[in-house]
T-cell receptor
Framework: EDKVVQSPLSLVVHEGDTVTLNCSYE??????LLWYKQEKKAPTFLFML????IEKKSGRLSSILDKKELSSILNITATQTGDSAIYLC???????????FGTGTLLAVQP | DSGVTQTPKHLITATGQRVTLRCSPR?????VYWYQQSLDQGLQFLIQ???????AKGNILERFSAQQFPDLHSELNLSSLELGDSALYFC?????????????FGPGTRLTVL
């Protein structure tokens, strides 16, 4: 059965800290892994990863995929209160075009 | 503002009833996706339409159905509603066919079944 597991479930940090969020998966016919940020309402797209070992960066956020370990990490450096959100890891199955969501990691950044 | 609109914003109904949720994608986007987000299940992919045709199916119940119209707006119909159907229903749109295209989410419709 396909599954996506994110850890930790939640974490609280202070502004300026660096955090690492983990996503592990078991999925047949892997096509890509996506990260989304969900604040009060709708998720917003962060990254799409298809190749192992290639880091994607956007400002203070970066992410990398390890297909051998069936996992991905999302790093946020110099955290700000605006980074407080739920971070969702999503697997895309190629054959069926199906999307499988993890339960998310709740990040709270305190001033 | 993602450019995706959903109506209504909030819906309260009773068990056994039927409701229709509406979504208008961003201009130019051909794919529409529907998601259900409940407290205990997280975000669940329900179904995708591309240019009027069903493209992918997720964890959608038989009591639920969707369609995409020629003007590309989509409707999600939920029937024989149960308490457990109470959730936030998101619609998202993307330009392309593949599910891993960047998706833009609407603000969601909150459904409360009493």
């Amino acid at each position: 059965e396909d599954k996506v597991v994110q850890s930790p479930l939640s974490l609280v940090v202070h502004e300026g800290d660096t955090v690492t969020l983990n996503c592990s998966y078991e999925v047949t016919n892997f096509r890509s892994l996506l990260w989304y940020k969900q604040e009060k309402k709708a998720p917003t797209f962060l990254f799409m990863l298809t190749s192992s070992g290639i880091e994607k960066k956007s400002g203070r956020l970066s992410s990398i995929l390890d297909k051998k370990e069936l996992s991905s990490i999302l790093n946020i450096t110099a955290t700000q209160t605006g980074d407080s959100a739920i971070y969702l890891c999503v697997l895309h199955r190629g054959a069926t075009n199906k999307l499988i969501f993890g339960t998310g990691t709740l990040l709270a950044v305190q001033p | 503002d993602s450019g995706v609109t959903q109506t209504p914003k909030h819906l309260i109904t009773a068990t056994g009833q039927r409701v229709t949720l509406r979504c208008s994608p961003r201009s130019g986007d051909l794919s529409v996706y529907w998601y259900q987000q409940s407290l205990d299940q997280g975000l669940q992919f329900l179904i995708q339409y591309y240019n009027g045709e069903e493209r992918a199916k997720g964890n959608i119940l038989e009591r639920f159905s969707a369609q995409q119209f020629p003007d590309l707006h989509s409707e999600l119909n939920l029937s024989s509603l149960e308490l457990g159907d109470s959730a936030l229903y998101f619609c998202a749109s993307s330009v392309g066919l593949a599910g891993n295209n960047e998706q833009f989410f609407g603000p969601g419709t909150r459904l409360t079944v009493l």
